[in-house]
């Protein structure tokens, strides 16, 4: 339908078609599709289970140190502070660039040691290695997701969603490229993690950038249709991976599967590309239309007089005097205007966020809930191990994890827009409600229940996966976008430090007192780099009845933010970018048609051809026609 519009064009149609070219690639919606891809293999922390068993063994780690690695992993991924704080200075492709880099350099020198080709590193060398690897992972959210919000701020829920749905997804969709390109081996799932993730990023330097924000009526409809296809991406996933568990899949038939993941992904641009060629075919159109103004040339063009500008009066100088009293404005520092805050949804700046009531309520009741998901998602593999379920199950589980926690980012975003803007649900309400469900998994790990652990893997990847858009909308919401790049960021440094205390000081020292009594009972003592593995449900029980009860304290701690934003939450908290947008598109419409100081177009006049005069003529006169009387 694209191309047909350029056939007959004649010599203009290749020109035109290289404008709409240039025109596609920094466009407004092929940016969507192109932070997509980059979401789409930017989940590589979610992983660490598939690969983590390579590390224990190969480095001939306990699980505790597994755990500390796992937490700097987490540690790297959420910390994000840095990247914000790029942000607000330097364009997205700096950051994606960065992130890029960092991604190759972190998890290659994992690679490297994973598989003896360097020397073995100390403990604290894989830390800072798989902590550079995963920071990455918040360079790509910045660039390409926070960049996406302040070009949508009015569907920033949909949006998060869908965008934050596709890192859930991107376990399931590496697993099935890992498998396509080198089989079985997991080792070389590590240096998949190391390349792919980086070339996205470079090739999409170009694309990802802040645009003026233009409200368009049917926004939110592309939007759905962007999650139907990702909503089919996700139940051929999950078609895939149950017949993966039930059959031995060969390598070429993973070259298959993967080959419809790769169309599936690319599928979005049916919609980007006949969205972007209507709105450049619409620019162009007006352009035509003003340089075809006729205007006679013989004849002096007719004088119209305009209305004498009338300016203020001028206002006197007060006189100078040292004796007056300094303005309150200009004597508040920073740190004095800390704790005045600006009513919620106005631009808070960051300290005035950063010790805020509001912050510090989300910040506990996040540490809590996405601390307990993560350690569950990071400890798959060895629970599953403990509890005796087969070797392959670890990627059933993977994958169970990845493709709900995508649903759960999608569902969060899509219906708290929904249920926001026509019902005044507050998010807070629906993030109190996704962690007391959290709750409902951390009990069927703590417990063993045979067979549980598929169903304890579908509600934890959905719970962990429906807190991160629910938490960054409410961020964007209360504290304004201004600057959202840095308080975006430390929103998700809840999650490593509930890692931290969850998972390593909680589920790692038992976990590893456990499998000492066991190794005990039997006579044995471990020796210097011996696996130190665990059997049984006595493995994880205490530990997740801790993860319980310290999830169910963050759900009442939730009730509390629910409390203070609810009277905020029944406005309209989208109204001023109605009105920005609205202005946004009254002054291009101004300035489309030409509207400019008289000195300009004198100017113009005197120093152009006689086309550029005549478009100034006709732009003076169409100023006129609109100017008041």
């Known amino acids: 339908m694209v191309v047909a519009e350029f056939s007959g064009a004649g010599g203009g149609g290749i020109r035109n078609m290289r404008s709409f070219a240039f025109r596609l690639i920094t466009g407004r919606w092929f940016m969507v599709f ?36 796992s937490f700097f992993k987490d540690l790297g991924g959420n910390v994000g502070v840095l990247s914000g704080l790029i942000n607000e200075v330097t364009p997205p492709w700096v950051v994606l660039s960065i992130g890029a880099v960092m991604n190759f350099f972190g998890y290659f020198m994992i690679w490297l040691a994973v598989t003896g080709r360097i020397a073995k590193p100390k403990v604290w060398q894989m830390c800072l290695y798989i902590c550079i690897g995963a920071n990455s992972q918040s360079f790509a959210n910045t660039g390409a997701l926070v960049t996406c919000v302040k070009n949508f701020p009015e569907s920033r829920g949909s949006l998060l969603g869908l965008l934050k749905g596709f890192v859930g997804l991107s376990g399931a969709i590496m697993t099935q490229l890992y498998h396509a390109f080198y089989g079985d081996d997991s080792k070389a799932l590590i240096l998949l993690i190391a390349w792919l993730p980086a070339a996205v990023s470079f090739v999409f330097l170009r694309t990802v950038r802040i645009i003026k924000i233009v409200r368009q009526a049917n926004e939110l409809k592309i939007f759905y249709k962007m999650l139907y296809i990702s909503l089919a991406l996700a139940g051929f996933l999950m078609v895939i991976i149950i017949f993966q568990n039930k059959f031995n899949f060969t390598r070429l038939e993973y070259a298959g599967t993967a080959s419809l993941v790769i169309i599936l992904l690319f599928l979005p641009l049916v919609i980007v590309v006949p969205e972007d060629f209507t709105l450049w075919k619409s620019k162009l159109q007006a352009l035509n239309n003003l340089s075809q103004l006729k205007v006679v040339t013989e004849n002096p063009p007719a004088i119209v007089e305009l209305p004498p500008v009338q ?23 920073c740190t004095e205007n800390i704790f005045k805050a600006p009513n919620r949804g106005e631009d808070y700046t960051i300290l005035q966020a950063l010790f805020s009531i509001d912050m510090l309520i989300l910040f506990v009741a996040t540490t809590c809930g996405v601390g307990g998901t ?12 403990s509890l005796g379920y087969p070797t392959r199950s670890t990627t059933t589980f993977v994958s169970l994890v990845s493709i709900w926690n995508y649903l759960g980012r999608a569902v969060a975003g899509f ?12 998010r807070p309400l629906l993030l109190t409600f996704v962690l007391l469900f959290s709750c409902t998994g ?9 067979n549980a652990l598929y169903v304890a893997s579908v509600i934890i990847g959905f719970s962990f996966g429906a807190q991160w858009p629910l938490m960054f909308a409410i961020i964007s919401e209360i504290f304004g976008l201004k600057y959202y790049s840095t308080l975006y960021n430390f929103g998700a440094v809840a999650s490593p430090v509930g890692s931290y ?27 210097d780099g011996q696996d130190l593995a665990c059997t049984g449900v006595e493995c994880y029980k205490m530990a997740f009845i801790i993860i319980t009860a310290a999830t169910f304290f963050g759900c009442l701690f939730s009730v509390i933010l629910v409390l203070r934003t609810k009277k905020f939450y029944q406005g309209d ?6 009105e920005q947008a609205k202005a946004a598109e009254t002054d291009m419409t101004t300035t ?38």
Do not use: C, W
């Open 415 to 426: 219906a708290s827009e929904i249920l926001l803007t026509k019902y005044k649900i507050p």
């Open 442 to 450: 951390h009990l069927l790990i703590a417990f063993g229940v045979p």
């Open 501 to 527: 205390i969850l998972n390593v000081k909680v589920a790692g020292r038992l976990y590893d007192k456990e499998a000492s009594k066991q190794m005990a009972a039997l006579g044995k003592t471990r020796q």
């Open 573 to 578: 908290i989208y109204k001023k970018f109605r």
């Open 34 to 69: 192109a932070s997509l891809l980059i979401m789409a293999v930017a989940g590589a922390t979610y992983m660490f289970s598939l690969y983590s068993s390579d590390i224990k063994t190969s480095l001939g780690y306990d699980q505790t140190t597994l755990n500390l690695l």
């Open 311 to 333: 300016t203020p009066p001028a206002v006197e100088p007060l006189p100078l005097s040292t004796d007056a009293p300094a303005s309150p404005e200009k004597s508040d520092s």
């Open 592 to 629: 489309g048609i030409g509207v400019k100081p008289l000195n300009e177009l004198a100017s113009k006049t005197a120093n152009t051809d006689t086309a550029a005069t005549t478009e100034a003529t006709a732009t003076t006169t169409t100023a006129a026609r609109i100017s008041p009387d």
């Open 374 to 385: 993560l350690t569950a998602i990071d400890n798959l593999g060895q629970i599953g191990a």
